[in-house]
């Protein structure tokens, strides 16, 4: 019987822990802010396809990624908003931006770490120069001749991800985010289009993404 009452007062006492630990995350409101630094890798298909049939060099789909986001916690439930810049896609001048509302949970986790699983909503905006050879001789012909082509591209994405984030050196009731990994998804297939140019036949792709960052901030 001592034993049985040991036993279940153990229990009842890993269960209580438990469910202090879980409040931490569970309950009340609160905010998230992080500025995070990583990259992404972009999948022109269709542009490098027409690209390379026409024997020029493929457009880079590498890009380093820096940003920031802002989110509101209600209880376990999270949703915010993010924007990032996007450097290296091609071409010294290529560029691009994303910017998106998402929502979250911290419902899974242990101890120390939480595992946010992460669905939202992005727009894209992508732009690409594409370098061509010149015969220009004089710099008048080379005012005349363009030695790049820019190529830029708008597009909506669906955002598949997770945020990892730890509570093991912030003060009670606080965590801090340390990762974000996923995938975004182009939820249609959109034409490349020139810049200061209109024109037709242009290839067109479904523009997806991966990416990872490191997250620097703090969570209440």
Known sequence: ??????????????????????????????????????????????????????????????????????????????????????????????FGGEYGFYVSTNVLHTRHWIFSPIVGANVQYIRVDIPQATTATTFDDALGSANALRLYQTNSALDLGLSVKNTSWIPWKAYSPLLRIGYRVGLARDAWNVANATVTGAPSDRVGSFYVALCFGYGI
Do not use: I, P, W
């Open 1 to 94: 019987m001592q034993r049985f009452l040991f036993l279940t007062s153990f229990c009842l006492a890993a269960v209580c822990a438990r469910a202090q630990d879980s409040a931490r995350f569970y309950t009340g409101f609160g905010v998230e802010l992080y500025a995070q630094l990583g990259f992404s890798y972009f999948d022109f298909h269709g542009l490098n396809h027409r690209l390379e049939a026409d024997g020029k060099t493929a457009a880079g789909g590498s890009a380093t990624q820096v940003g920031f986001g802002a989110a509101y916690r209600f209880s376990q439930l999270v949703v915010g908003t993010e924007f990032s810049l996007l450097d290296g896609l091609g071409g010294d001048e290529s």
